[in-house]
């Protein structure tokens, strides 16, 4: 590129020049030809004549200050500078855009013929000419003009008119009440098939809750519905926050580059985040809604009523709110299986990020494109620092902190440090060393070694931390640490001290420190981090069958899971690195599933998890140098050998299971058992299983039905192309539904899989312009391909480093999501490097390389 973008840097941050106290906005509809006039009253908060407005993609069409045509100003770059200024004044801008050449997806677009917009970060101004950052708060009024067709113009707030205009056009007027940031700004215009609701809060007031989707799509509103309304009832009576408008609406699209955008009352979702039938959408599609539509609906308040200062505390609004939809699920399904959700996402894709060269810490220190901060470490790892601060302050103290923090700053934009004083004052505990966590990066290691002394009947336990090589910080991290001890016949041990009982958390809070726990008589086996209280490496010495008798007797469910996780680690690793040519997995593993299979009780959800090797990603953060192929084969051995010597067992089980038809937790749990039990079933006998196969693949559920797709695919069973032809014909009319379908042919292990995903480019259902579309096809290929992502001849590579230059011009957003597997090359062989650098280096010398690929692919290379 011809020029080096600069980076921004949060030590440079200064409060904005001017405040925007009120925004009157007007659009006139048309595909290309949008007239957007924006009037506001400003006012300096510092000496200065000089304004200082962003503008992207914009065509200046008139400015006037206090009603004159205003001259004195020039653009410069992205910005336009007014100079000369009065301290207060009224300004005027009109400007004109086209949202049908919009393939950012950032701004006004359109998308399937209805107008909607994107605006965080920073959207807004490829809107209007705007001080487009999170710090300024402004009280938005918006007028939207358009043609009859165009029957729903929404926007923030409440309607406060509509009406007829002597063109044939219409009109809709709309107040928002509450001072906003720009980022907030929503408008969406179209026809749409409405499902209306209503909800009453805990105070008395009657809310309307409006969900508009594409024609012919009510059917499958219902969920995102009830969704809705169990937020509104789990955050009144967990956090006793109430809903403030009158109206709260959702709008589906197709055309999305993120899952949902939480703008006040007006919140935008990619369909694939509210649309759901038994028929077209799976138990995961439905829990995902669940989740994604809280998350967004807990943003009113943490993100909306109290916001970001500036964008490098974007974690003080994401982390919290999805620390809170994660506990909304677990309040309302299984706690354990959601805690394996969040983890897995952890470990998948988290960890990656922290050893790889975007690594950066939940608040970064400098960034140059803000999208690329959208990250799994400030949103999930972010959720884990909240996480961690309610394990040590628990749920009491902290309830009371979330409540000094909304009273201090109700209606702000603050900060992250904010947060946690809120968190310190209310409870009296000091999280001073705790905040070290907003700035380091890296997972930390904890070793752990135990002592047993039988004389004495001591059990101690000594913690060391490591931290990344190149984090510069150098202070210890204040770790909790939830404990359990078991005896030999499984029964917890209370956690006894010289100085009294401790409670089920330690504080690490030293590089090295210990603890002695008192009148143990025995060897105890340690669950040590329970529940993933931190997220750190673990290294400890654990024997297979300590972790096979937490496996039997720990009181989380989610620590019987992470047992089995660092079984399959321990024994993927070792065939690994002696590079056994026929690995055989423990026998003592084998014989312990099959006796929770031949008991069959408990959460059959939990049971098909505890089968479940651990995905590729997980398993190559075990490796300093990933053996693609080594670490996929063994996988492939062990699956074979669990199913070879269970197949009895599981055939009984999948074979006297009831039909399961209802989303009830029960019939849920059924069905994630029995798509686990015939993937491994296909494996044992491909063509006896061919009729098991093809009727679930006719089934009218879709979660049965794509578990015997994925079971075809992974086995390449004979019938597959039967199966998926079928799949084709009966949905080919669902975009949705066939992302599945796109998805399923990426993951398939087989050297012909470049070709056909060349060949899926020219279906008829497929467009490059919808990230669903290249998500379900390139993304599923680089995420749950391996071996054939990571071909030695490099044809993964270049397929996804071609895709990258296409998406550069066209959405560089999307683009820079999908480059993350080329960003680990280093711990590849020789020869995969060169492959990927390769497409780095030609990626970097494009001429119009976006800031969004530019900071990834720089990075990388450096």
């Known amino acids: ?72 100003y020039h653009i410069k770059g992205d910005q336009l500078v007014l100079k000369a200024l009065p301290e207060q004044f009224t300004l005027q801008v009109v400007t004109r855009i086209s949202p049908q050449t919009n393939t950012s997806l950032e701004g006004l677009y359109l998308s399937d013929g209805a107008y909607c917009t994107q605006c965080e970060a920073e959207g807004f101004r490829k809107i209007t000419y705007f001080m487009d950052r999170p710090d300024v708060l ?98 009144e009576e967990r956090f006793n926050l109430e809903y403030d408008l009158d109206i709260y609406m959702i ?24 649309l759901a039938s038994q028929d ?33 505390q974007l974690s003080l609004k994401e982390g919290l709110t999805v620390f809170r939809d994660q506990e909304f699920s677990s309040d309302l399904g299984s706690r ?41 470490t400030v949103y999930n790892k972010g959720a884990e620092v909240i996480r961690m601060m309610h394990t040590i302050l628990g749920e ?35 999280l001073s060393q705790f905040k070290l966590w907003y700035e380091q990066f890296g997972t930390p290691k904890v070793t752990v070694l135990t002592y047993f002394d039988k004389q004495n009947q001591t059990f101690t336990i000594e913690t060391t931390q490591h931290h990344a090589s190149n984090d510069p910080i150098s202070k210890p991290l204040h770790i909790p640490l939830k404990l359990e001890l078991l005896d030999e016949a499984g029964n917890s041990l209370p956690l006894q001290t010289a100085d009294g009982v401790v409670e089920r958390v330690l504080d690490i809070t030293e590089s090295k420190q210990s603890v002695t726990f008192t009148n143990i008589t025995s060897e105890p086996v340690p669950v040590l981090f329970e529940d993933f ?142 798509s686990r039990a015939i993937y491994y079933l ?52 669902d975009p949705l539904v066939m992302d599945k379908w796109f998805a399923l042919w990426g993951s398939l292990n087989s050297d012909l899989v470049i070709n056909k995903v060349h060949q899926l480019y020219t279906h008829s259902a497929f467009d490059k312009n919808n990230p669903n579309r290249v998500r379900s096809l390139v993304g599923s290929f680089t995420r749950l391909n391996p071996q054939q992502f990571h071909r030695e001849d490099g044809a993964g590579y270049e397929l996804l480093g071609s895709l990258l230059i296409e998406l550069n011009g066209t959405n560089p957003q999307l683009a820079s999501r999908l480059i993350t597997p080329f960003m680990s090359w280093k711990r590849y062989s020789q020869n995969r490097q060169k492959l990927m650098t390769a497409q780095l280096q030609k990626l970097f010398a494009l001429p119009n390389l976006s800031d969004d690929l530019f900071e990834k692919v720089e990075k990388a290379l450096r």
Not at 706 to 713: D, E, H, I, P, Y
Request: negative net charge; charged residues 25%.
């Open 533 to 674: 209280s931190a997220p750190i490496k673990l290294e400890y010495d654990y024997s297979i069958n300590s972790l096979l008798h937490i496996l039997k007797y720990a009181r989380s469910d989610y620590a019987r899971w992470e047992a089995m996780q660092q079984v399959f680690m321990s024994e993927v690793k070792k065939a690994v690195l002696q590079k056994e040519l026929q690995p055989v997995l423990a026998p003592a593993v084998i014989e312990s599933f099959r006796l929770l299979l031949k008991e069959l009780k408990g959460d059959l959800a939990l049971l098909a998890e505890l089968i479940t090797l651990p995905s590729f990603e997980t398993l190559a953060s075990q490796f300093d140098c990933v053996d693609v192929d080594r670490i996929v084969n063994t996988v492939q051995v062990y699956e074979q050998q669990i199913a070879e010597s269970l197949k009895e067992e599981l055939y009984a089980a999948y074979t006297t299971l009831p039909e399961a038809l209802s989303l009830e937790p029960e019939d849920v749990a059924i069905r994630a058992f029995k």
């Open 138 to 235: 402004t009280s938005y009024r918006v007028k939207i003009i358009a043609d009859q067709q165009y029957k729903y113009l929404l926007s923030n707030g409440n309607k406060v008119d509509e009406g007829q205009l002597d063109d044939g056009r219409h009109f809709a007027i709309w107040h928002d009440p509450h001072k906003k940031p720009s980022y907030l700004f929503a408008l969406v215009a179209g026809d749409f098939d409405v499902l209306r609701d209503k909800y009453e809060t805990q105070s008395g007031k009657q809310v309307d809750l409006e969900l508009f989707v594409d024609k012919g799509n009510l059917y499958k509103a219902p969920h995102a519905m009830e969704s809705l309304k169990k937020a509104m009832q789990w955050d």
């Open 336 to 376: 354990g299986l959601n805690r394996i959700d969040a983890v897995m996402m952890m470990r998948t894709h988290q960890f990656a990020e922290d050893e790889g060269p975007m690594a950066h810490p939940i608040r970064p220190q400098q960034v140059i494109e803000m999208n690329n901060f959208y990250t799994v």
């Open 682 to 733: 296909v494996m044992t006998a491909p063509e006896k299983m061919t009729n098991a196969l093809r009727q679930a693949a006719a089934s009218d559920n879709m979660t049965t039905k794509l578990g015997a797709l994925k079971a075809a695919v992974a086995n390449q069973h004979s019938a597959l192309d039967e199966l998926m032809a079928n799949f084709e014909s009966q949905w080919q009319h």
């Open 251 to 274: 709008v589906a699209v197709d055309f999305f580059n993120m899952g949902a955008m939480e703008n006040k009352g007006l919140n935008i979702f990619n369909s694939s985040c509210v």
């Open 280 to 312: 077209t959408a799976t138990d995961r599609d439905f829990h995902n809604i669940e989740s994604i539509v809280g998350h967004e609906y807990f943003h009113n308040w943490t993100g909306n009523r109290v916001t970001c200062r500036d964008w490098f």
């Open 1 to 72: 590129m011809s020029t080096k973008p600069k980076a921004k840097l949060l030590k440079d941050y200064q409060s904005p020049t001017h405040s925007i106290e009120t925004l009157d906005l007007t659009f006139e509809l048309s595909p290309n030809n949008t007239l957007v006039t924006a009037k506001s009253r400003v006012v300096a908060n510092r000496t200065t004549d000089t304004l200082y407005l962003d503008g992207v993609d914009l065509e200046l069409v008139a400015i006037t200050v206090n009603d004159q045509n205003w001259t004195d």
């Open 396 to 430: 009491a103290n902290f309830q009371k902190g979330m409540a000094l923090y909304f009273e201090r700053h109700d209606g702000q934009a603050v900060t992250c440090d904010d947060f946690v004083s809120a968190m310190a004052d209310a409870s009296g505990i000091d």
